[in-house]
């Protein structure tokens, strides 16, 4: 068995004193390695390809909770709105519009966390404070167009660096954007409380910077061969 069940009770009992939860990202990983991680109790999954995620949800059990954490193309909403949880890289009022529209024929609520681009990397996905600033505008003064989604908080990547003050700084940031986007555009509510941030190199770090959501994967699954996908 290719999986760390050992990596994975020392990460949950790490997010416990902070009440935050494990989204045990298996991309890339075969079905059996999602089975013996079920087995151990996890059921919070997170993939990153449309294709593979629908390949697996169909043959894994119900009760999983399938994160969406990847980049998403509108045109691709249509094949997992059928059962996917939480879709965490909304980065655009026009995918969080189509997710409504999709989740809306299936008489679902999708839960959808806007990504916010905090590293200092071009290449990472997710808004800036501008655009997330007008998404949030359209989004509330649109309520209807949106009845089929929830936004349930936010989500960013830190810049891939072992300089450890550089992301404290990062998710720092995030963290403070999170509480003012909670008062300004939420009123507070309990329901937009989630912050995505933290994996497998750098979740001590975002737990200790408001983390409520780590998303981890090479930590317990092992490192990942994209070669063999
Ligand atoms: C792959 C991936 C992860 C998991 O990364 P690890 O370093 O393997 O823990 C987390 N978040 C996103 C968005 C990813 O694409």
Redesign the pocket.
């Known amino acids: 068995m290719a999986i760390n069940l050992e990596a994975y009770q020392q990460v949950l009992s790490r997010l416990k004193p902070f009440n935050a939860e494990l989204v045990a990202?298996s991309?890339t990983k075969p079905v059996a390695d999602i089975e013996a991680l079920y087995a151990a109790g996890q059921r919070i999954f997170?993939e990153?390809y449309v294709q593979e995620l629908t390949e697996k949800q169909a043959v894994l059990p119900a009760d999983i909770a399938w994160h969406f954490?990847?980049h998403l193309q509108s045109n691709k909403v249509k094949f997992i709105a059928p059962f996917v949880h939480t879709i965490?890289?909304v980065d655009s009022i026009k995918l969080l519009q189509e997710i409504s529209k999709q989740a809306a024929k299936h008489e679902r609520i999708i839960h959808c966390l806007l990504q916010v681009h905090i590293a200092a990397e071009e290449t990472k996905f997710g808004m800036d404070e501008q655009e997330l600033q007008q998404l949030l505008q359209t989004y509330t003064s649109n309520p209807f167009a949106f009845a089929s989604v929830r936004i349930a908080g936010m989500m960013g990547?830190a810049t891939n660096t072992s300089d450890e003050t550089q992301i404290h700084k990062e998710f720092h940031q995030l963290h403070q954007l999170f509480g003012s986007v909670k008062t300004t555009y939420f009123n507070n509510e309990a329901y937009f409380k989630e912050l995505s941030i933290g994996?497998?190199?750098d979740y001590s770090i975002a737990l200790q910077e408001g983390s409520t959501m780590v998303?981890?994967?090479?930590?317990l699954f092992g490192e990942?061969n994209y070669s063999q996908m």
């Open positions: 990202v991309k997170g990153n954490i990847g965490h890289a990547m994996m497998s190199a998303r981890i994967g090479s930590l990942r």
